[in-house]
T-cell receptor, first 113, second 113 residues
Framework: DVKVTQSSRYLVKRTGEKVFLECVQD?????MFWYRQDPGLGLRLIYF???????EKGDIPEGYSVSREKKERFSLILESASTNQTSMYLC????????????FGAGTRLSVL | AQSVTQLDSHVSVSEGTPVLLRCNYS??????LFWYVQHPNKGLQLLLK??????LVKGINGFEAEFKKSETSFHLTKPSAHMSDAAEYFC???????????FGAGTRLAVHP
C-alpha cells in the first residue's frame, strides 16, 4: 500500500511564526503536491514538485514556499504565518504521468492565532 | 479553462436508498475524471476513475459513475446507501498534460437510519 505520511495532525502557531509542514511518501513517486482544503472551496493546489529540487507554483502560492531535497520528502513552509492561513493542509504524491492517481496523506490541521 | 461543478453541497438519504451525487465538468481536452471520498479526520481515498475507456466506471464500495460527454457530466451513484458511506465526496478533473487535479467544492453525504 502506498503511504503518504504527514508529520503532524494538528498544529497551533502564532501569527508571524515560521511554520514547517512535512510530508513523506514511501512509493518512490516522482510527483508531490501540497493542497489546502477549506469548507466550500474543495482542495486548492499550493505548490507541486515533479522531481528533486524542482517546484512549480499552483493556484494559490502566495505566502508559501516549498522544499524538496530528497525524493521522498516534500516540505511546505509558511515564512510568516497569518490567520488567513488557518486551514487543513493535505499532501499527495503520484508517479509520473498525467492520468496517474494521487495518494493523499491524512492532513494537518493548522490553526494560526 | 478546466473546472468542476458539484451541483449539491449537501445530500441526505436514508439507509438502503439510492445515492446520486452530481458533477459537471468543463475541459478543453479529453479529461480524466475521478471521484474521491474523505471520511471525517481522514485523507482522501480514490473511489473510481475514468480515463477514456468504458463510460460506466465501477469503483470501490459499490459506487459507480457514468461519463456522459454530451452532457459533460460524471455523476456518482450507488444503489443502496450504507451508514458508512457518510462522508464528503469530491469530483475531480485532470485536464491532461500535467498531473494536476482540479477539485470540485465537495458534496457532504449524510445517511440516516
Amino acid at each position: 500500500d502506498v503511504k503518504v505520511t504527514q508529520s503532524s495532525r494538528y498544529l497551533v502557531k502564532r501569527t508571524g511564526e515560521k511554520v514547517f509542514l512535512e510530508c513523506v511518501q514511501d512509493m518512490d513517486h516522482e510527483n508531490m503536491f501540497w493542497y489546502r482544503q477549506d469548507p466550500g472551496l474543495g482542495l486548492r493546489l499550493i505548490y507541486f514538485s515533479y522531481d528533486v529540487k524542482m517546484k512549480e507554483k499552483g493556484d494559490i502560492p502566495e505566502g508559501y514556499s516549498v522544499s524538496r531535497e530528497k525524493k521522498e520528502r516534500f516540505s511546505l513552509i509558511l515564512e510568516s504565518a497569518s490567520t488567513n492561513q488557518t486551514s487543513m493542509y493535505l499532501c499527495a504524491s503520484s508517479s509520473l504521468g498525467a492520468k496517474n492517481i494521487q495518494y493523499f496523506g491524512a492532513g494537518t490541521r493548522l490553526s494560526v492565532l | 479553462a478546466q473546472s468542476v461543478t458539484q451541483l449539491d453541497s449537501h445530500v441526505s438519504v436514508s439507509e438502503g436508498t439510492p445515492v446520486l451525487l452530481r458533477c459537471n465538468y468543463s475541459s478543453s481536452y479529453s479529461p480524466s475524471l475521478f471521484w474521491y471520498v474523505q471520511h471525517p479526520n481522514k485523507g482522501l481515498q480514490l473511489l473510481l476513475k475514468y480515463t477514456s475507456a468504458a463510460t460506466l466506471v465501477k469503483g470501490i464500495n459499490g459506487f459507480e459513475a457514468e461519463f456522459k460527454k454530451s452532457e459533460t457530466s460524471f455523476h456518482l451513484t450507488k444503489p443502496s446507501a450504507h451508514m458508512s458511506d457518510a462522508a464528503e465526496y469530491f469530483c475531480v478533473v485532470t485536464p491532461g498534460g500535467y498531473n494536476k487535479l482540479i477539485f470540485g467544492a465537495g458534496t457532504r453525504l449524510a445517511v440516516h437510519p
